[in-house]
């Protein structure tokens, strides 16, 4: 018996390194020093054909890897206006504790040094981010797409908002989803992602929107809820910093074609996750910010002067 | 019963990670446990392909198994031992997803050298132990 264990470990020792030998794959995608990605939306950049096909045809440094860590610009819109509206589409059911948590977020966030940093990225015609947030507008939706959500589902809420006049059509908004604790975006909620951003056409304007759900549920050490919580309210505080993030994102990278480094990362991926200094609040969780009276414990984002560093404020 | 709960789990966590592979076409925030199980895959391929004896030790439980989809179990001393680790050193760990289940996280990825659409499809079962994670199994069939 322990004989043919053995035979039969080796003949899988044999047929492992076969399959992980450079000959099993020889027919692999050409992948180099001059290979370049793009966000995919599913956490791992996939390769830009056209950034690639540029560099290997200058065939040397391109000013865009004279560092491998930087975030470039791809020459896609940044939103650059003298504020950015930010639209909440509260889906489900929430309490009025968490909704007032994320309002009270929302409202003090344009103007500190956290969002600051996000004025470090510009459009081709040197145009900048302005340290500028306005919660324009708010909307409730009750399920009407069940518990149960796919991504088309949130664009569809966002329409549906727009259609019905809960809020106005605006291509300088982000429209943020946002859902209650008992329901699952079924692409990857919890288990890739905590929250994403994309953008879609409605009535022929380009709209940015995003999906944020509060992770008690499904996910609440992958998605950041702490116990204690700066506000105590688990959920909503994890989800501030993701909300942060998305926005960030979104103002740099509307359209996913502008700024993003040669792994496909947004300024909010490059330090997801990293927080940096904190302080303990009097309830004993652990902060880095204060908006409004209030703190947070938000990501730190990328500070693009330079060669580029994860940062607090600006 | 056991063998009933673990085919029903990896069933299930196939089942769920192809849905899952439907992702969004726009940008994400991955989870702080993609991010960190990531890492920790990468420690293990790297002490894999080193032969790092000790730090496989402190990183697979006790009682660590594989099941192949040939119907195959490799017990935790043999795989240790297992002589083709420095073939693995340029392969990695890709379409990361993590379910948090109860106190344990299931990761499941695709191993492949980059660009390679081949490779093993990995479906690993991680369970707390003090302050750190630990490999309690690891289920391992081809990548189509």
Not at chain 1, 95 to 112: D, P, R, T
Not at chain 1, 263 to 280: M, Q, Y
Not at chain 2, 31 to 54: C, G, M, W
Not at chain 2, 96 to 115: C, H, Q, T, W
């Amino acid at each position: 018996m322990q004989l043919v264990k053995k035979s039969l470990l080796s003949a899988v020792a044999v047929a492992c390194a076969v399959a992980f030998s450079s000959s099993a794959f020889a027919s692999q995608l050409r992948s180099d020093e001059f290979t370049a990605y793009k966000p995919s939306g599913k956490g791992f950049g996939v390769v830009d054909q056209e950034a690639t096909e540029q560099a290997r045809r200058a065939g040397s440094v391109h000013i865009e890897r004279t560092s491998s860590n930087a975030i470039t610009y791809h020459n896609g819109p940044v939103m650059v206006a003298s504020t950015t509206n930010v639209y909440y589409i509260w889906y489900g059911t929430w309490s009025s504790a968490a909704k007032s948590l994320l309002v009270s977020f929302m409202s003090n966030l344009g103007g500190s040094p956290a969002y600051n940093v996000n004025t470090s990225y510009y459009n081709g015609s040197k145009q900048y981010v302005k340290n500028s947030v306005t919660l324009a507008g708010q909307a409730v939706d009750n399920y009407s797409l069940g518990k149960s959500l796919s991504d088309a589902d949130i664009a569809t809420i966002v329409s549906n908002a727009i259609s019905a006049g809960s809020l106005p059509l605006d291509t300088n908004g982000s429209y943020m989803v946002l859902t209650a604790a008992d329901v699952n975006e079924t692409s990857g909620f919890g288990s890739q992602y905590c929250g994403w951003h994309d953008h879609t056409t409605i009535s022929s304007k380009d709209i940015k929107y995003a999906f944020i759900g509060d992770p008690t549920t499904i996910a609440p050490s992958g998605c950041g809820v702490n116990s204690p919580s700066p506000n105590g309210i688990g959920g909503a505080d994890a989800m501030v910093s993701v909300m942060y993030h998305e926005l960030s994102e979104t103002v740099s990278d509307p359209d996913i074609s502008a700024w993003y480094d040669r792994s496909g990362n947004e300024n909010g991926d490059k330090c997801a996750w990293n927080f940096g200094k904190t302080f303990t609040t009097s309830n004993g969780a652990s902060a880095n910010q204060t908006l409004g009276g209030k703190n947070y414990l938000m990501q730190q984002m990328w500070l693009n002067v330079g060669s580029g560093s994860c940062v607090q404020k600006y | 019963m056991k063998h009933t709960f673990v085919a029903s789990l990896t069933a299930m966590l196939i089942s769920v990670g192809v849905y899952a592979d439907h992702a969004v076409g726009g940008a994400i925030t991955m989870t702080r446990y993609v991010l960190q199980f990531n890492e920790l895959e990468k420690t293990l391929l790297d002490a894999q392909s080193k032969h790092d004896i000790p730090t496989l030790d402190e990183l697979l439980a006790p009682a660590f198994e594989v099941r192949k989809s040939s119907g195959e179990v490799v017990i935790r001393k043999d795989w240790m031992e297992q002589p083709v680790h420095a073939k693995l050193s340029d392969v990695v760990p890709s379409k990361m997803v993590v379910y948090e289940i109860g106190s344990y996280a299931v990761a499941n990825f695709r191993l492949a050298k980059p660009g390679d659409a081949g490779g093993v499809f990995i479906v690993d079962v991680w369970v707390p132990d003090a302050d750190k994670w630990r490999l309690r199994a690891r289920f391992e069939s081809p990548a189509q």
